[in-house]
């Protein structure tokens, strides 16, 4: 009975997505798990293992042809295979159908739409709107989606852009901030500063507590004043995420 013979340089896959490059004149490719490039391209994956069906370098995925390491040492200036297939993921073109890359794409723009809707409202209404409007203002606007990035980015600057076409604004967090009979009257103005508005001041013993309203995209900076500036004796708490009404926003 006849042996089968299978060359030693060729390596068989099936279901496979490829990222290709250019280098040196020759074709470069590795093998990928689908759906796992775009999430290692936006940092949702971190092992490369999970991203790679296996750790060589094509010249040809489909016919199983690995790369020499002579020519992979030419076009890259080294033989490191792992730093090779993290340098073609980074810089390689995904090859996919049209078809695929249409159903990505639409979907990541839904996915952007619901970032934003689940993040804004209304500033007049304080009231969020639905996703299909949202959906339809980012196609006012003919918004390109950027694949290589992921959708929370892309989401913050979608708001700015609709910030320009519809009432707009980051649906605001509810905080009480309790400081320290000491530096109360010190931090008072710097606190006060990053609130819009503060809806209540009291004093509770010798501690001042303030409860108000800011944008999300200062919490980061009122977190540092009340840790660091009262060196840990001051309290920052969450009473809400977000500050909205009920109901969605209606565009007429």
């Not at 993921?89 to 619901?114: C, P, V």
Request: include cysteine.
């Amino acid at each position: 009975m006849p042996k089968i013979f299978t060359p030693t340089n060729q390596i068989r896959l099936t279901n496979v997505a490829v990222v290709r490059i250019k280098k040196g004149g020759k074709r470069f490719e590795i093998a990928c798990y689908k759906n796992k490039v775009v999430s290692w391209r936006t940092g949702a994956e971190k092992d490369l293992d999970e991203v790679l069906q296996t750790g060589s370098v094509f010249t040809n995925v489909s016919k199983g042809e690995v790369a020499k390491k002579e020519d992979l040492m030419k076009a890259f200036g080294k033989d490191d295979v792992t730093e090779i297939c993290k340098e073609i993921l980074a810089k390689g073109e995904l090859q996919i159908s049209e078809k695929e890359r249409h159903d990505q794409l639409e979907s990541m723009f839904k996915e952007i739409a619901t970032n934003v809707a689940d993040r804004c409202v209304n500033p007049e209404t304080k009231r969020p709107y639905p996703v299909s409007i949202i959906e339809k203002s980012m196609k006012d606007i003919h918004y390109s989606i950027k694949p290589n990035r992921n959708a929370k980015q892309q989401a913050l600057e979608v708001i700015k852009l609709l910030q320009e076409t519809i009432p707009l604004e980051r649906a605001k967090m509810r905080l009480k901030v309790t400081l320290p009979g000491k530096d109360a009257k010190r931090l008072k103005e710097k606190v006060t500063k990053l609130c819009s508005p503060v809806e209540g001041e009291d004093w509770e013993g010798d501690k001042l507590v303030l409860t108000c309203l800011i944008n999300p995209g200062h919490f980061r900076e009122m977190d540092e004043i009340v840790r660091t500036d009262t060196k840990g004796a001051g309290v920052l708490e969450v009473l809400n995420l977000k500050e909205i009404k009920e109901g969605e926003e209606v565009l007429e």
